[in-house]
């Protein structure tokens, strides 16, 4: 996502593409909120990713109709005629600062996507749908876009060296924009990261984190004179918009049901189909198959130990899911109950209630042979263990020397 803006002017909005969900029924629903959100925004431009073609043909066609900006790319062709799918460029109008010589300038907008010899697709009347060279394509097209326009903007969804080398290749271009993984470029003009001849290169990295803001202002006749980028990370210090805050809680709910209706549909506990292979979970120290049993068991004699974690987050995580509508969420249970995918696991709130929470066998492992058949190194641990699930994206506030003393129920020295 990058926002180009200037005092006293709107704003205008364009993103890389690829902003389209997998191909399940939560990845449509996520999309389609996300279109209605960028409609909302009033986005001008963005670029046709090979993602957008996740949900099938039909899909993506109902989906551009509802779509209040147009998509562009250059290089993802009907394979019978080699002509792009959607436009490869778009010109726009973007007002200027009030008090100028000029009162706007004019922006192509180019789309690009990274080249993928593999990628086939079928549209309408069983034509297909390929990607051909990004290079080749630009050359053709930010050409055609340097004589139409002030500024020519390439929205890429290349890797970035194959997006860099791009830039040494095709001269007419003043800005690449993109996006591709959590790669970031440099701020400032730095030659070999964000400095090509006259292209200034850009990515903010991914998974909608950070806003990647580029002013522009220009000269005599419209010339661009500097250009100034910033990465705005969307952290918590941003409040929420009011009107795409109740859309994204609309959204969640939506697909929480969804996974909901999905688990009461289903038998957790139906025999598997005769021959079928059923994995096992075995504890950490090796030995026989261990089924987890749930942290109640644990309290006879752990008893101090099953007190200290009561008392903690851990023993009240799934709360946190049940709050914000997220308790049949495959993408975040795991993180907040025991043993989630694992044969003898959490499956759902209803079937497993006794498995929800992060409880003892959470690190401990699968318990059901313990205290009867110890193990050697059952039950040993790390603190280093934390971070399977506190990661930077899912915990960005973790500090190990404030979180884990929280938690701790253990006697140094003793092990964990």
Not at 38 to 56: D, I, K, S
Not at 132 to 151: C, F, G, I, N
Not at 328 to 346: A, K, L, R
Request: charged share 20%; with cysteine; net charge neutral.
């Amino acid at each position: 996502m990058f926002k180009k803006s200037y005092p006293d002017t709107p704003i205008v909005w364009i993103d890389a593409g690829d902003f389209t969900g997998d191909p399940t029924v939560a990845g449509e629903k996520q999309t389609d909120a996300l279109v209605e959100g960028m409609n909302r925004m009033g986005y001008t431009a963005a670029a046709f990713g090979p993602r957008e073609l996740n949900h099938g043909w039909e899909a993506f066609a109902a989906r551009q109709k509802a779509l209040k900006f147009p998509l562009v790319s250059a290089n993802i062709v009907w394979q019978d005629t080699a002509q792009p799918v959607v436009a490869p460029y778009t010109i726009v109008k973007a007002a200027l600062r009030p008090g100028g010589k000029n009162k706007e300038v004019r922006l192509g907008i180019l789309g690009l996507t990274a080249m993928n010899p593999a990628f086939l697709k079928t549209g309408p009347n069983n034509r297909r749908i390929v990607i051909v060279d990004p290079v080749a394509a630009a050359q053709k097209y930010a050409a055609e876009l340097r004589t139409k326009s002030d500024v020519v903007i390439a929205l890429s969804g290349l890797e970035l060296e194959a997006a860099r080398n791009l830039a040494r290749k095709v001269k007419e271009i003043d800005l690449l924009l993109g996006g591709n993984g959590a790669m970031q470029t440099r701020p400032d003009d730095f030659p070999e990261d964000s400095l090509f001849g006259r292209t200034r290169l850009q990515y903010i990295g991914d998974q909608g984190k950070n806003v990647g803001e580029v002013r522009l202002a220009f000269g005599d006749k419209r010339a661009l004179a500097t250009v100034t980028r910033t990465v705005v990370g969307l952290n918590r210090d941003w409040p929420d918009e009011p009107a795409l805050a109740a859309l994204m809680e609309r959204t969640k709910i939506a697909i929480n049901e969804f996974h909901k209706d999905q688990a009461e549909a289903s038998n957790p506990f139906a025999a598997p189909p005769a021959g079928a292979a059923v994995p096992l979970v075995t504890a950490r120290g090796g030995g026989a198959p261990a089924a987890y049993t749930g942290s109640e068991r644990c309290q006879p004699c752990h008893e101090q130990e099953y007190a200290t974690w009561s008392k903690s987050k851990h023993a009240h995580a799934f709360d946190i899911l049940e709050k914000v509508h997220q308790d049949f969420n495959p993408t975040c249970v795991g993180c907040h109950v025991i043993g989630h995918g694992q044969t003898t696991g959490f499956v759902n709130a209803r079937a497993t209630p006794g498995l929800k929470n992060v409880g003892c066998e959470s690190c401990h492992g699968p318990s059901s042979r313990h205290p009867d058949a110890v193990l050697q190194g059952y039950g040993i641990t790390s603190t280093a263990d934390c971070v399977t699930c506190h990661t930077r994206d899912n915990s960005p506030d973790y500090d190990p020397e404030l979180y884990i003393p929280q938690v701790r129920h253990w006697q140094e020295g003793a092990g964990r």
